[in-house]
T-cell receptor, first 112, second 111 residues
Framework: ELKVEQNPLFLSMQEGKNYTIYCNYS?????LYWYRQDPGKSLESLFV?????AVKQEGRLMASLDTKARLSTLHITAAVHDLSATYFC????????????FGQGTELSVKP | KAGVTQTPRYLIKTRGQQVTLSCSPI?????VSWYQQTPGQGLQFLFE???????NKGNFPGRFSGRQFSNSRSEMNVSTLELGDSALYLC??????????FGPGTRLTVT
């Protein structure tokens, strides 16, 4: 059974600190997605990682992909309160069509 | 370009009823996928349509069905609603399998 596992599931951070969210998956895939979700809202696309060694950065967030280790990381630099949200990683699986398999989500709370 | 639209945004139904949710993809996108989000099960894939054909289906009972029209708009239907069907239903459209753009979702409450 395909599994996508994130850790930690809950993260309380102080503003200005750095931290990393990990996403492990159990099957071969070369497409890894990171999404942000605010309470009661839909999913906002953050990054799409398409190949081994891919690294993408946007503001205080940086995502990377190691397909050999089946691991992606989302690194948060100098956290600010506005980053408080739930972050999901997802793996694209193909079987005629594509479908996303999501991790459980990491609920991030950044406190002043 | 307009984003993915879903209607209605909020819905309250009673157990045993049926419901139809609608999704209009981004213009030019031919693939539409549906996902269910609940606190207990997280985000789960329901089905994917491309050019009016269902290409992929998740592990949901037959009470969940969908279709896609020639203009790529999609509907999903849930019959004989159960309390556990209360969820946020998200639709995503895609020009290919590369990127999926999510709509605002329909919040379904079953009482």
């Amino acid at each position: 059974e395909l599994k996508v596992e994130q850790n930690p599931l809950f993260l309380s951070m102080q503003e200005g600190k750095n931290y990393t969210i990990y996403c492990n998956y159990s099957t071969t895939s070369d497409r890894l997605y990171w999404y942000r979700q605010d309470p009661g809202k839909s999913l906002e696309s953050l990054f799409v990682l398409l190949s081994n060694g891919a690294v993408k950065q946007e503001g205080r967030l940086m995502a990377s992909l190691d397909t050999k280790a089946r691991l992606s990381t989302l690194h948060i630099t100098a956290a600010v309160h506005d980053l408080s949200a739930t972050y999901f990683c997802a793996v694209m699986i193909y079987n005629q069509g594509g479908k996303l398999i999501f991790g459980q989500g990491t609920e991030l709370s950044v406190k002043p | 370009k307009a984003g993915v639209t879903q209607t209605p945004r909020y819905l309250i139904k009673t157990r045993g009823q049926q419901v139809t949710l609608s999704c209009s993809p981004i213009s030019g996108h031919r693939s539409v996928s549906w996902y269910q989000q609940t606190p207990g099960q997280g985000l789960q894939f329901l089905f994917e349509y491309f050019s009016e054909t269902q290409r992929n289906k998740g592990n949901f009972p037959g009470r969940f069905s969908g279709r896609q029209f020639s203009n790529s708009r999609s509907e999903m239907n849930v019959s004989t609603l159960e309390l556990g069907d209360s969820a946020l239903y998200l639709c995503a459209s895609s020009p290919t399998n590369y990127e999926q753009y999510f709509g605002p979702g329909t919040r379904l409450t079953v009482t």
